[in-house]
């Protein structure tokens, strides 16, 4: 029953490296989404699919991109790391992405940029 | 622009009542979401709220106007574990715009 995976649960780049945060889900969800969690901020839309092939941008997609090749696996990749996108990450997932689907979160990634 | 505001820390007592508001300026609105979210964890699901009116969970117990913009979640018979953050997020067009939180601190 493992629901939303997240790898890796923590990270440190040094800034202008590129990484890859890997997302899964086993739920056949359509929709998914990426998240940051900063201090007093909450939590803000990256990037979202709904459906394979499918993405779109968030509230705050500058320096970050993703692909939806399978319904499973929505990576979400950052370009040239920046101290400004140390953050806590998460993924997200719902069966439809629309109005009453809850959706079900990873367990995050702690990303620090020194 | 989306504008979602909640109080940022609230304190009760173990077995009292705890409401935490919410008020929402968003370009369109698809439903309201209530979450918990324990230090160091990810967000669970609490509550959703589409019509205006109470929706009633166990303890837990939200509250939604659509005129006015607002939403409360009541948290009834507080309990230890329930100290965490609760996170209130609006769907609008398949993006969620999340508030910024409340802490609750539950005290004995």
């Known amino acids: 029953n493992a629901g939303v995976t997240q790898t890796p649960k923590f990270q440190v780049l040094k800034t202008g490296q590129s990484m890859t945060l890997q997302c899964a889900q086993d739920?056949?969800?359509?929709?998914m989404s990426w998240y940051r969690q900063d201090p007093g901020m909450g939590l803000r839309l990256i990037h979202y699919s709904v459906g394979a092939g499918i993405t779109d941008q968030g509230e705050v997609p500058n320096g970050y991109n993703v692909s939806r090749s399978t319904t499973e696996d929505f990576p979400l990749r950052l370009l040239s790391a920046a101290p400004s996108q140390t953050s806590v990450y998460f993924c997200?997932?719902?069966?439809?992405?629309?109005?009453?689907?809850?959706?079900?979160f990873g367990d995050g990634t702690r990303l620090s940029i020194l | 622009g989306q504008n979602i505001d909640q109080p940022t820390e609230m304190t009760a007592t173990e077995g009292a009542i705890v409401q935490i508001n919410c008020t929402y300026q968003?370009?369109?609105?698809?439903?309201l979401f209530w979450y918990q979210q324990h230090a160091g964890e990810a967000p669970t699901f609490l509550s959703y709220n589409v019509l205006d009116g109470l929706e009633e969970k166990g303890r837990f117990s939200s509250f939604l106007s659509r005129s006015k913009g607002y939403s409360y979640l009541l948290l009834k018979e507080l309990q230890m574990k329930d100290s965490a953050s609760y996170l209130c997020?609006?769907?609008?067009?398949?993006?969620?715009?999340f508030g910024a939180g409340t802490t609750v601190t539950v005290r004995a």
């Open positions: 968003t370009s369109g609105f698809n439903g």
């Open positions: 997020a609006v769907n609008n067009d398949y993006k969620l715009s």
């Open positions: 739920m056949n969800h359509e929709y």
């Open positions: 997200a997932s719902s069966y439809d992405g629309g109005g009453n689907q809850p959706q079900h």
